[in-house]
């Protein structure tokens, strides 16, 4: 996806992805993640989600990155937090307590950047993004992260024909194609959502599904 097109989505407020609540999964499968209090982590293509403000509250030390400046600005208006601006690079980084937010692409930033990250919530990253992105996205991330970083991947599956992404299908085997050499995934949960996305059964879906990993990249 060229960042044109989520430059635009968040110009047109096309933010179906959008969640205005926690998503169920992390309440329920974070703690099997065994990420101490106190641990620093990491949200990919974070948006303006507010399962930022669900970590942090957990009493972890939340970064997120993403591309687009409204979706960065937004995040902090809608909670009333106030951010310190700074240049970092080729990113800009906005911060209050308990969340930093890198504005820019993923693929720029640094295992320097990511140090003394634990654990990484990805929730509509991965679909986000085509499949040759996704092969791309899987081994910065793993150059990116600390070793013994452990994840919860959420991910769709749905018959691909049936609807173009994103979000993208990701089904179980390509989850352990991109990250099962470098890391143990775990099968942890699934759950039929279809109900729940109108404007995907509208684009023709029969069958929506999401679910739930463990990466566990080793020590
Ligand atoms: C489907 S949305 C999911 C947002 C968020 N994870 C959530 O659950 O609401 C994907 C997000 O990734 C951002 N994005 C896409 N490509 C990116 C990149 N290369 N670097 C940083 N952010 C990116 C988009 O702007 C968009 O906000």
């Not at 209090?37 to 942090?56: M, T």
């Not at 509250?57 to 997120?64: A, F, P, R, W």
């Not at 173009?164 to 890391?183: K, N, Q, R, W, Y």
Request: glycine letters at 6%.
């Amino acid at each position: 996806m060229e960042s044109s097109f989520w430059h635009e989505r968040w110009e047109k407020n096309e933010i179906g992805f959008h969640q205005s609540r926690f998503h169920p999964f992390l309440p329920k499968y974070w703690p099997s993640l065994d990420i101490k209090q106190g641990s620093r982590v990491f949200v990919p293509l974070c948006g303006k989600s507010r399962d930022l403000l669900w970590l942090r509250d957990q009493d972890l030390d939340v970064i997120g990155v993403e591309l687009s400046k409204l979706a960065v600005e937004d995040f902090f208006k809608e909670n009333q937090l106030t951010a310190i601006i700074t240049q970092h690079g080729e990113l800009t980084l906005y911060e209050c307590s308990g969340i930093r937010i890198f504005c820019g692409d993923f693929f720029k930033l640094t295992a320097a950047d990511l140090a003394g990250v634990a654990g990484v919530f990805d929730r509509a990253s991965l679909v986000a993004l085509p499949p040759a992105m996704r092969r791309d996205y899987a081994r910065h991330m793993q150059k990116i992260l600390p070793s013994g970083t452990q994840t919860l991947l959420v991910c769709f599956a749905y018959p691909q024909e049936q609807m173009d992404g994103p979000p993208f299908s990701v089904e179980e085997a390509e989850v352990h194609a991109l990250f099962g050499t470098a890391s143990e995934v775990t099968f942890l949960a699934e759950a039929d959502v279809l109900d729940n996305e109108p404007r995907f059964k509208q684009r023709g879906l029969t069958r929506l599904h999401e679910k739930a990993f463990r990466l566990r990249y080793p020590s």
